[in-house]
């Protein structure tokens, strides 16, 4: 009777530990489901955006080839330091106290424009960060949850063999004998092939505030990005050939290696929506979108800090 009680007991114990465990495991499921990366409050962003009229501004300030690349002269422009440059340059020919004055007036100016710009580049690329790996987090658990799966199998399998050849040692009968065989190797194949379910498990993930819809659109229909970090990644001037825009480059990246050159896929994907039932591929492209975007982000600053460059030749 007591064995019996110190049985019982242990069963309890063991069965309250998973249950703690599983708790923990769905709390932390909850956590990852809301999104712990948009920004504590919501900041209303001037809607307009820098005009794409690239060729038109460039020749309309042509003089400024010599001291700007052309890049230069498009981030200026949008944001709204043209003018401000300009007076710089007929400041200068001025040498008196004053004209340097203005002139260092006029730089604190564009330098405040820049900083705000850098700022809102980090944020956005810090986003894409976080939420990057907000997604690795839920991608890892489910890839635990189809490990666990797969052993289990794997074991039952096993079990199964092993069982089936047990028997068909005790059972004398050759009928029941093979019969025994037979249904122990059709049930460990079973098992065996139920490990090769190329979907596996799934899980619940949502993401209202979804930047990669806005990407693969090509349409800012939301308050996600600020206009200035929107016009770097949509002026085909930025990117490397020039024949494609930042994300319209990415676009076709994603679409050939994350989707098969399926477009009707890539539209109807969860990755693109609201959110909904991830499975663990799903979860990978996504994190991996993330990433792509991240790293797409940071590489404007080099258009930024090549135009500080230019500046500071102006300047001196």
Same mark, same amino acid.
């Given at each position: ?71 230069? =002269?498009?981030? +200026? !422009? $949008?944001?709204? /330091? ?6 710089? %340059?007929?400041?200068?020919?001025? &040498? #008196? ?44 658990? =489910?890839?635990? +949850? !189809? $490990?666990?799966? /797969? ?6 399998? %096993?079990?199964?063999?092993?069982? &089936? #050849? ?151």
């Amino acid at each position: 009777m007591k064995k019996l009680f110190y049985l019982i007991a242990m069963v309890s114990l063991l069965v309250s530990c998973v249950s703690k465990k599983n708790q923990a495991i769905q709390q932390n499921i909850l956590t990852l489901k809301d999104s712990y990366c948009k920004a504590p409050f919501k900041y209303n962003y001037n809607n307009k955006l820098p005009s794409y009229n690239s060729d038109s501004i460039l020749t309309a300030n042509k003089e400024l080839s010599g001291m700007f690349t052309d890049q230069s =002269v498009l981030i +200026l !422009n $949008a944001l709204g /330091n043209l003018d401000d440059v300009h007076k710089i %340059i007929e400041l200068k020919k001025d &040498s #008196s106290l004053t004209s340097q004055v203005k002139i260092l007036q006029l730089k604190t100016k564009i330098n405040s424009r820049i900083t705000i710009a850098l700022t809102e580049l980090d944020a956005v690329a810090a986003e894409f960060d976080c939420e990057g790996e907000r997604v690795a987090q839920i991608g890892s658990y =489910v890839d635990n +949850l !189809n $490990a666990s799966r /797969n052993n289990k199998l794997i074991l039952y399998s %096993i079990i199964a063999g092993a069982a &089936s #050849s047990i028997a068909g040692g005790i059972v004398k009968s050759d009928g029941w004998d093979n019969a025994i065989g037979i249904g122990g190797g059709i049930l460990g194949a079973g098992f065996g092939l139920a490990t090769l379910n190329p979907k596996g498990k799934k899980v619940e993930f949502i993401h209202q505030r979804n930047l990669l819809r806005d990407i693969w659109k090509e349409k800012l229909e939301s308050p996600n990005f600020p206009p200035f970090i929107w016009y770097m990644y949509t002026e085909k001037k930025f990117s490397n050939k020039e024949e494609y825009s930042i994300i319209g480059n990415m676009k076709l990246r994603w679409l050939h290696y994350q989707f098969d050159d399926v477009k009707e896929a890539a539209d109807r994907s969860v990755i693109f929506s609201d959110g909904g039932f991830y499975r663990a591929d799903d979860l990978n492209n996504r994190a991996a979108m993330l990433n792509q975007m991240q790293s797409a982000t940071r590489t404007i600053n080099q258009n930024i800090n090549y135009l500080l460059l230019d500046l500071d030749k102006l300047i001196l």
